[in-house]
Every structure is written in C-alpha cells, then in structure tokens.
C-alpha cells in the first residue's frame, strides 16, 4: 500500500519536475513546480515528519512560488521560443547521464537505508515529531542554527539596504 | 467504564462508516453554509441599508440561493481566446479546494459516545486530528492564494492582472501578522494540534480555581492582542471589505473574476464564502475555546461561527475600502511589529509563569 502510494506520488513528482523544464510558458513551469513541492512534502509524510511537510508547502509552496508568480506577472513575461543552441544542450545531456550514473552507483554502494538511529517510529508517535525537532534544534545543533539565522538576519538587511533609496 | 477510541485496527468497518460518515456531513454542512451564507449576506446587509434584501424566490427568499446556482449554471461557459486556458480552468478549484481541505482538521465537538455489541466506543467529531494541525491550516491558507493570483493572471485582461497582484501582496504579508498571531497561542498551549488546544481552553481561567466553573481559559481573555490581529488579518486574507482590493469593482470592473462566467464565477464565489467559514472555524476554535459551551457542542461550535460570520458581515455593510498604501502600511508598519511583540511578551509572560 505505503509501496504504491510512494511510486505514485514518486511519479507525480517527476513527471511534473520534467514539465516544469519542459514548459515554454513560465506559469506553467510555476504551476508544475508546485506541484512538484506538493509531492515532496508528501513523502516528507511517508516519512513520518509531517512539520517538515507542513513547512515544505508554507514556505515553498504558499510563499516563495507566490513570490516568483508575481515576478513574472510584474514583468509579463510571454512564451519563451525554442532556443537554437544544441550544443549547449548536448552538454547538458551528456552531463545529466554522466550524473545519473554517478547517483545511481553511489545509490548501490551505499548502506544508507535500514542503518538505526534514536530517533524511531515510535518516537515520533510518542513524543511528536514537531517536539523532536526543536529539542534538537536548541540543544544539540544551536550553534548552525544560529548561524542560519544570522545568515538570514544578514540577507534581510541586505535587502532593506538596496531597496532604500537613501541610507 | 471508559469508552474505547474507535480506530481502524480494532473495528475496521465502523471506523470507516464512522470516517466516511464525518467526511460528509462536514462537506455537506460547510456547503449547505455557503449556500445560506450569501442569502444571510444580502438579507443582512440589506437590512442595514433599510432594504429587505432577497423576499420573491421561496419564504422570505429562502430558496434565492438554489435559483442563483441554477441560474450560473445555465449559463454560456466563455474562456477568453488569449487566456492561458489550464490555468484559467483550475483557478477556480484552487480557491475552493484549500478551504475544504481546511475543515478537516477542525474539530467540530466533543466525542459522540455510542454503545455497539456491548461495547461503549466514542469517536472524536472532527475529521482527523492531525498533530501539527495549526501549520497545516497555515499552509492550506497559503496555497488559497493561487487561486486568485492564477485567475488573475491568465484571463489575460488588465483589471484582472491588477487585481491577482493586489492580492498576491496582499496576501503575503497579511498571512504574516496571521501566522505570528497565532504562535503566541500554541506557546500558550504547548501543542500544535487543534483538538489539543481546546481542551487547554477548558481549564479554569488564567488558572484561577476560586472562579465559576463555567468560566473556562479562551485564549481570547489571554490574548485579546493576538485575537485582534488575526481576526483583522483574516479580513484581508479572505478578501473582505474593507480590504477587499483585489476585486475593487469601483477601480477593477471586479477584480481578478472579470473574466469568469457560469460555473466558474460560481466557484469564485463559493471559494469567498467557504474561505470565511474555514476562518470563522479557526477563529472559534483557536480563540473561543471551539466546542466548548453551554449547549450540544456542535451547536457551540456551529453558533460561535455564525457569529464570527455576522460580524465579517456587519464589516461589510460599515467600512469603506482601504487604500492600497494604506492597507500595506496597515500590515507591515503596525500589525506585523505589534504580532512580534505579543510573541515576545508572551514568551516572557510563559517564562515567569513557570
């Protein structure tokens, strides 16, 4: 059950990650990859960190693809026509396989799934998984997040700087 | 002898008559409130204007609604020849769909206890109980946008392109206040999900045991702050007047819908109202204690949104629009500094409380 649900979701996930390159209009591309988001948090779901998925679709999908939807409705930007360089895309081609290659042997030489840790199924059941991650967040791992958050303080300011006219 | 939680592993088929049954009567319902949510809106406002409102179609105009839906229904379906036809034609579900959605995590009373083969089983009213149902109401909200915004930008008409960028910034920065706003109150309930903050809303108040016992712990005597910005910012996200820019049919011929006719201008309009439901319910539940109350406690529930309902109403028939600068500076220079400082005084507050 949790098998087809996956492949589905796995399969809505790609075929909408192909269309978000493949599409000529922009907002299709911005539809798609909402889509796309959608389909990760669902297997964030699967995953058993549903406040990952929850934070999956508010922040990508309800805020930062708003944000680019309403860049290309500032800009008006129409269909893209076909581009003529074909060797620019044989490279790409030629890179993607290389890298499809690379992914699928480190994939088989790995021992990634099935390896233990603490956190287990029936913790997040008891304990709550929303509860894991600020725990760990604020104890074990406070010096990265703050970091980040600095990192983010440093951006929103950067942000404030160029869009005042006079500072 | 304490009831049995009905869950799938220990009677699979009453838990999914059970699931199935709660599924449809909360759709149903929350439809049938649509229906009758423009008929009170007319009536009302109507009333407030000193005019009857709808009085021909059925008792009082009961029936007004129904003729509405068929009346839209019938009507000729036109896509404009330069719109992005996709999405044109999914718009309108992405407005009402996220409502819906919505509702699902809203409990809607206390649980239905009922005695089967011997055995007393009780059910929680409410459709799932998600634990991190507040984030999943705040995403739900945030995709409601793309509604408007896709509906705006595809008919491929100016009014409606003005009115979809309207909304989009509007939105963005409203869900802001609206999600700061409701952090100070899972820092008081030290949960994230909606069933688990009402029952942290029916202890005695602020803790106080010499108090009636009828006076219960609403969030809204703890955060009056926090309640006023959300139902404010609620207001805008749900494109209300006085902040309802985004279809100002003055300046915009009506906004991001102009294009739409039949069945599709119908789902716009669904998707306003079944969008006040969605926060009339979140309100009631987040700050008025949800099902908590001195009737049935789905009529408490069901009451506290019909009242949340006629004040969005009452709005409505009083204010003027906003202006555009006006409305930005509303929610970024004093919604957004006062939502942060109520987290912070709250976080103290809860500190010291300890």
Known sequence: ?167 | MTPEVLTLSNTPLLYTAAMLVKVVVAFVVTLLIVAYATWAERKIIGRMQTRCGPTMTGYKGLLQPIADGLKLFFKEDIIPAQAHWFAFIIAPMMILAPAFISISVIPFGSDYQFTYDGILYSVPLQVTDLNIGVLFIMAMAGLGVYGIVLGGLASNNKYSLIGGIRSTAQMVSYELAAGLSIIAIFMLSETLSLRGIVSAQQLPLWGLEFLPSWVHNWYIFTQPLAFGLFFISSIAEINRTPFDLPEAETELVSGFCTEYSSMKYALFFMGEYANMITISAIGATLFLGGWDGPFFSWMNFLFKVFAFMFVFIWIRATFPRLRYDQLMFLGWKIMLPLALANVVLTGFAVLLWQ
């Not at chain 1, 199924?121 to 970091?147: N, Q, R, V």
């Open chain 1, 1 to 167: 059950m949790e098998a087809i649900l996956f492949y589905l979701t796995a399969l809505v996930a790609i075929v909408s990650a192909i269309f978000v390159i493949k599409c000529r209009n922009p907002i299709n591309s911005a539809l798609n990859l909402v889509s796309t988001f959608i389909c990760l948090a669902v297997l964030y779901i699967m995953l058993e960190c549903p406040f990952m998925a929850a934070i999956q679709i508010m922040v990508y999908a309800g805020a930062i693809m708003v944000l680019v939807i309403f860049v290309i409705m500032l800009l008006n930007l129409g269909s893209i026509g076909k581009s003529s360089n074909s060797r620019g895309m044989a490279a790409g081609g030629v890179l993607a396989a290389l890298m499809l290659l690379l992914t699928n042997a480190f994939l088989r030489r790995g021992d990634v799934s099935g390896t233990g840790g603490e956190v287990t199924s029936e913790l997040i059941k008891s304990y709550g998984h929303t509860e894991l991650i600020g725990k760990a967040m604020f104890t074990d791992f406070l010096l990265p997040f703050e970091i980040a958050s600095i990192l983010l303080l440093v951006a929103i300011v950067g942000a404030v700087i160029i869009s005042k006219r006079d500072v």
